[in-house]
């Protein structure tokens, strides 16, 4: 298992643990749907029209927080795909 790039041969055995594929690939899936469900209601509030200068501030800073968060979750799965599904795959072909 020290052949992963994130865990070096230093790291303590207390420090590692075993996870099931299936289960990351279920955490992954969940962290996409938080991207998507954020990038849905940020796109909603583009129906919401108003003339008030103090509202549509309020709407901007709430659509600029949900694309954050659609971007953050994005890189947790961009994370997810490259450092512990791949891995997973390359542990289950040597079984």
């Known amino acids: ?10 790291t303590p055995d207390s420090r590692l643990v075993t ?4 289960y990351l690939r279920l955490m992954n899936d969940r962290v996409q749907d938080i991207c998507i469900n954020t990038e849905h209601l940020a796109t909603a509030l583009d129906a919401i029209k108003t003339k008030d200068h103090v509202s549509q501030g309020i709407l901007v800073a709430v659509k600029s927080a949900l694309y954050a968060n659609s971007e953050l979750a994005s890189i947790v799965s961009g994370m997810f795909c490259d450092y512990a599904l ?9 079984e």
Do not use: A, R
């Open 1 to 10: 298992m020290h052949n992963h790039p994130s865990v070096s041969i230093d």
């Open 19 to 22: 996870v099931d594929s299936i």
């Open 86 to 94: 791949p891995y997973q795959v390359e542990v289950s072909s040597d």
